[in-house]
């Protein structure tokens, strides 16, 4: 497996990828959410993660970088800096379904951290859901050495 940055030539396959990696995440969301809030919020989340990948993609304030192996793009990690704050962030982070559970975002993980390191940062935070759908996504921060703080977000449908 390789990491290396992102190049325009690549964002297909990181939508793609980010899509059948993300499927089992939204289903689990739309169970854990009140039905009416789910609908107004992720109307067809196949399309605004879409959107969201490609921005942050075109974000010259985010860096990304792939994974490959051999000509396959297998994942990738977008992260920023707030530098104000000496704050990295791991903005977003998707493995394809078939290359999950090798390690690959382990690695992706461990090749952000260094980054922040080197970019003088001294905290690097990274947000995700406490649904089951999210619990690798837990694993693979918790086992970099994150520690969660409880944070309650409630919604409703007006």
Request: aromatic share 10%; charged share 30%; proline share 6%.
């Amino acid at each position: 497996m390789k990491i290396q940055p992102y190049e325009d030539s690549k964002l297909d396959a990181i939508v793609r990828l980010s899509l059948r990696a993300w499927e089992p995440v939204f289903d689990s969301i739309r169970k854990a959410m009140d039905p009416d809030v789910y609908r107004e919020q992720h109307p067809d989340w196949r399309v605004t993660q879409k959107d969201a990948v490609e921005s942050v993609c075109a974000d010259v304030e985010t860096r990304v970088w792939t994974a490959s192996e051999g000509s396959q793009t297998i994942g990738f990690v977008a992260v920023k800096l707030h530098s104000d704050e000496r704050l990295g962030e791991i903005y977003m982070i998707a493995v394809d379904p078939k290359s999950q559970r090798r390690g690959i975002a382990t690695a992706l993980t461990k090749h952000a951290l260094a980054w922040f390191k080197e970019s003088g940062m001294t905290t690097v935070m990274v947000d995700t859901g406490g649904d089951p759908g999210h619990a690798p996504a837990r694993r693979t921060y918790e086992s970099a050495g994150f520690r969660p703080f409880p944070i309650a977000r409630y919604f409703k449908k007006l």
